[in-house]
């Protein structure tokens, strides 16, 4: 049995795929939705999913390890970051190499970088008049948006296009490829 904690801070649309996802599948658990806001949309889909929830304040995550601990103690064999918005302490870096990813709104190493989350990149990408945006999927290092790339899909972006237009394109490639992609990162834990 592989365990998922799905860290998510908003809506929470992508951790309710992947969540759907491996819903049938006997080998694979999200034993944990873990936030740092209490009243994220994520919430609501965990309790609709019934699938447990770890919320921390900022205090409790930067300075103390309770949740590397849990997350050892479960023990977790995969982290996977839908939407979450802080950066990832070291000790928990640390605690879990090679074992978190992370889905960023862009094709990086363009529109990554602190403060370069959800609909900011994408108002980003509109105002560099940028003729393809997409996804990227990667592994999780001690700064923002620069571990290793796992994949990336692409989607063309229009010049009469707005951020929401493009928000919806990037979430579609999201939702189509995150939840295989997590899949295929599980697999290779075992090779
Ligand atoms: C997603 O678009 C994800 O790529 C982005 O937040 C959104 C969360 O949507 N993540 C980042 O910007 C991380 N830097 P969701 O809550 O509906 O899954």
């Not at 998922?4 to 969540?19: C, D, M, P, T, V």
């Not at 939705?33 to 921390?56: E, M, Q």
């Not at 990554?112 to 108002?123: A, D, I, L, P």
């Not at 990336?152 to 009469?160: D, E, M, N, W």
Request: charged residues 20%; negative net charge; contains cysteine.
């Amino acid at each position: 049995m592989k365990r998922i904690a799905l860290f998510a801070s908003g809506s929470g649309s992508n951790a309710e795929q992947i969540a759907t996802y491996f819903a049938d599948n006997a080998d694979v658990t999200i034993s944990l939705i873990v936030s740092n806001n209490h009243k994220a949309g994520v919430i609501d889909r965990a309790r609709r999913l019934h699938i447990p929830v770890l919320l921390f304040d900022r205090k409790t995550f930067y300075e103390t390890d309770q949740i590397t601990e849990i997350l050892l103690n479960q023990p977790i064999d995969l982290i996977v970051l839908a939407g979450f918005m802080w950066l990832m302490p070291s000790k928990l870096v640390q605690a879990f190499p090679d074992k978190i990813i992370n889905i960023h709104p862009a094709l990086l190493p363009k529109f990554g970088g602190k403060g370069m989350y959800g609909h900011f990149v994408h108002e980003a990408v509109v105002a560099a008049n940028e003729t393809e945006s997409g996804i990227t999927i990667h592994y999780v290092n001690e700064r923002y948006d620069e571990g290793q790339i796992i994949f990336q899909a692409s989607c063309p972006v229009l010049p009469t296009d707005t951020p929401e237009d493009v928000a919806k394109k990037v979430q579609a490639l999201e939702h189509v490829h995150y939840p295989r992609v997590v899949a295929e990162v599980l697999a290779k834990l075992d090779s």
